[in-house]
C-alpha cells in the first residue's frame, strides 16, 4: 500500500532558526495536505498543494510539492516559539482512491 | 459554532467489553473518517466514509467498525475491545472529497484505554 516518509521525526532548534520538514511518498499523490498538532491538541489544517511544482506561503510558512508529485516539503523561517508542535504531511494517491496517508510527522521543539 | 465533536473524551474500559465512541459533526460535511495516533506511529486511518451509507475500510479497520446513517454522524464501534486498541482516537470530517481533497476537521480526540 501506500507510503508517506516524513523526515526528520524531531527537530530542536534555537528561536529564530529556521526549519524545515519533508515528505515522501512511495506513489504519486493527486494532492498534499499538511497539519500541525500542537502538544495536547488535535490537528489542524495548514494548506492543500495539488499541482506539480507548487509553491504556496504563509507569513513564515512556505510549503512545496514536488515536479513529480511524489515529494513535499515544509520550510519556517525565523522559528518563534508559538511554531512549537507536531507537522505532519497526509498523501491522497489518484486512481479513485480516497485514503488520505500521513506521515509519522516531525515534532519541532523551539528553545527560547 | 461549527465543530466536530466527540464523546466520550476519555474512557477506561476492559477487554472484550463492547463500546462506541460517537462523533458527529454540524457542517454538513459529506467525508468523514476515523484515525488512531500511537506514539511513533503518527495518524493512521481506521475508516473513511464518502456519504451516507457509504464506508471503506482505512490502513488499520481491523477490530473496527463504523456505521454512517445519517450525514452527521459517524460513530466508532469496538465489539471487542482489546489491550492494543489502548490509543488515541480522531473523528475527523471535510465538505467534500475527491481526486482534489479537501480540508479536514478534527475533534478534539478520545483517549481509550483498555485494560
Known amino acids: 500500500g501506500q507510503q508517506v516518509m516524513q523526515i526528520p521525526q524531531y527537530q530542536h532548534v534555537q528561536e529564530g532558526e529556521d526549519f524545515t520538514t519533508y515528505c515522501n511518498s512511495s506513489t504519486t499523490l493527486s494532492n498534499i495536505q499538511w497539519y500541525k498538532q500542537r502538544p495536547g491538541g488535535h490537528p489542524v489544517f495548514l494548506i492543500q498543494l495539488v499541482k506539480s511544482g507548487e509553491v504556496k506561503k504563509q507569513k513564515r510558512l512556505t510549503f512545496q510539492f514536488g515536479e513529480a508529485k511524489k515529494n513535499s516539503s515544509l520550510h519556517i523561517t525565523a522559528t518563534q516559539t508559538t511554531d512549537v508542535g507536531t507537522y505532519f504531511c497526509?498523501?491522497?494517491?489518484?486512481?479513485?482512491?480516497?485514503?488520505?496517508?500521513f506521515g509519522k510527522g516531525t515534532k519541532l521543539s523551539v528553545i527560547p | 459554532e461549527a465543530q466536530v465533536t466527540q464523546n466520550p473524551r476519555y474512557l477506561i474500559t476492559v477487554t472484550g467489553k463492547k463500546l462506541t465512541v460517537t462523533c458527529s459533526q454540524n457542517?454538513?460535511?459529506?467525508?468523514m473518517s476515523w484515525y488512531r495516533q500511537d506514539p511513533g506511529l503518527g495518524l493512521r486511518q481506521i475508516y473513511y466514509?464518502?456519504?451516507?451509507?457509504?464506508?471503506d475500510k482505512g490502513d488499520v479497520p481491523e477490530g473496527y467498525k463504523v456505521s454512517r446513517k445519517e450525514k452527521r454522524n459517524f460513530p466508532l464501534i469496538l465489539e471487542s475491545p482489546s489491550p492494543n486498541q489502548t490509543s488515541l482516537y480522531f473523528c475527523a470530517s471535510s465538505p467534500y472529497w475527491g481526486l482534489q481533497g479537501g480540508e479536514q476537521y478534527f475533534g478534539p480526540g478520545t483517549r481509550l484505554t483498555v485494560t
Open positions: 466514509s464518502m456519504n451516507v451509507e457509504v464506508t
Open positions: 457542517m454538513n460535511h459529506e467525508y
Open positions: 497526509a498523501g491522497l494517491p489518484g486512481a479513485g482512491s480516497y485514503q488520505l496517508t
